[in-house]
Antibody, heavy 118, light 107 residues
Framework: EVQLVESGGGLIQPGGSLRLSCAAS????????ITWVRQAPGKGLEWVSV???????YYADSVRGRFTISRDKSENTLYLQMSSLRAEDTAVYYC????????????WGQGTLVTVSS | DVQMTQFPSTLSASVGDRVTITCRAS??????LAWCQQKPGTAPKLLIY???NLESGVPSRFSGSGSGTEFTLTINSLQPDDFATYYC?????????FGQGTKLEIK
């Protein structure tokens, strides 16, 4: 069974940086597709970023150039490095994986809350 | 980027009703469309993938259809557990897009 556990959220000032982690068990992060999705308080879901098994990465326009997705083979952990944070980045951030290329995702973490405020 | 327009934004229905939610894509996405359900304070749950494929463990009262730019999620015989928010998601391109969501409320 795949389990994903996000961590690293918290309160950060505008313009600051934060790194989120997504620790995985039941799958090998380095050879799997994992995506980040966020949800601002009371709002809908927004896709943020994805890393494929071949290492290719893609980002939503709203975060491109400010967020970087990466992975650590030894820790079996995915990261989302966030910089130049804005109030509109305030959200619960989820990581998610999939068992098949036919799906966008099927396993999710519990989410970690990022609050950008002075 | 592909834009997804989902409607209605809110839907009031009763237990036992049949409801339909629609998503339209700004360009053809073939059948790379998923539907997920979210309840407050929890992560989304995948219901349908590739437009019409039921995810394992999801009740058969849920069904999806469509291709190209227009897609529907139908829930037959609504159960109390079905009152939640539903989102469509296109994953045809490398930049995914969610619909705005439909909140299904008890009438």
């Amino acid at each position: 069974e795949v389990q994903l556990v996000e961590s690293g959220g918290g309160l950060i000032q505008p313009g600051g940086s934060l790194r989120l982690s997504c620790a995985a068990s039941g799958l090998i992060v380095n050879s799997n597709y994992i995506t980040w999705v966020r949800q601002a308080p009371g709002k809908g879901l927004e896709w943020v970023s994805v890393i494929y098994s071949d290492g290719k990465t893609y980002y939503a326009d709203s975060v491109r150039g400010r967020f970087t997705i990466s992975r650590d083979k030894s820790e079996n952990t995915l990261y989302l490095q966030m910089s130049s944070l804005r109030a509109e980045d305030t959200a619960v951030y989820y990581c998610a994986s999939r068992r098949s290329q036919l799906l966008p995702f099927d396993s999710w973490g519990q989410g970690t809350l990022v609050t950008v405020s002075s | 980027d592909v834009q997804m327009t989902q409607f209605p934004s809110t839907l009031s229905a009763s237990v036992g009703d049949r409801v339909t939610i629609t998503c339209r894509a700004s360009q053809s996405i073939s059948t790379w469309l998923a539907w997920c359900q979210q309840k407050p304070g929890t992560a989304p749950k995948l219901l349908i993938y590739k437009a019409s494929n039921l995810e394992s463990g999801v009740p058969s009262r849920f069904s999806g259809s469509g291709s190209g730019t227009e897609f529907t999620l139908t829930i037959n015989s609504l159960q109390p557990d079905d009152f939640a928010t539903y989102y469509c998601l296109q994953y045809n391109t490398y930049s995914y897009t969610f619909g705005q969501g439909t909140k299904l409320e008890i009438k």
